[in-house]
């Protein structure tokens, strides 16, 4: 647990920091043999008065799938925020692009339910917001691996669902729950 508050803590200090690419190695063949190749690992956070900060994860791949049971993840953190300007900042760990859309959560349902069309899609009506842009806020053509887009949104106290709608993302497994708590 403390973990994710450290993550969120350092996000947090972080949103202010704009724009910048960095390269990072990664491991080659077999995990632990050789450099890898150098991949492009975005830190973008937004500029301007975040508000509250979610980060939120978007992963895909086989280790996933030992790990967590599914071919896919889409995790939100911390998964409760006050109301008012909320900053989801969605990062993609995984080697498929993502996006990030936020949809009110009805009264009594629960995250992972909502019907999918023969794309694989969920219906985005009402949806309040996306992030799909590389670096940069709002929507776009999607988060290509190691990329980061963000969204700020008013969110009243209430319920929302999270989710990767590309198609046949949801049905994956990427999809949360956002719980945004009334300020006394």
Known sequence: MRGGRVLVAVA??????????????QAGPGMMH????????SACTPTADPGSVAM???????????MHG???VLRVMPASVPEGSVTLVARNMGLRTHE??????????SVG???????????ETGSLGEASA???EGAGDGLPSGAVGWVTLDL??????????????YAAGMFDELVVSEVS
């Open 12 to 25: 947090s200090a972080a949103v202010l920091t704009g724009c910048v690419t960095v390269n990072q190695q």
């Open 34 to 41: 050789g450099r890898g190749a150098g991949v492009a690992r």
């Open 70 to 72: 599914s071919a896919a």
């Open 113 to 123: 339910e909502l019907p999918q069309g023969a794309d694989g899609a969920v219906d």
């Open 134 to 136: 590389p670096c940069a």
């Open 100 to 109: 990030l859309v936020v949809l009110p959560l009805a009264h009594g349902a």
């Open 156 to 169: 009243p106290a209430g319920r929302y669902e999270v989710v990767c709608n590309l198609p046949h993302h």
């Open 56 to 66: 939120v994860m978007l992963g895909d791949g086989r280790m996933l799938r030992r």
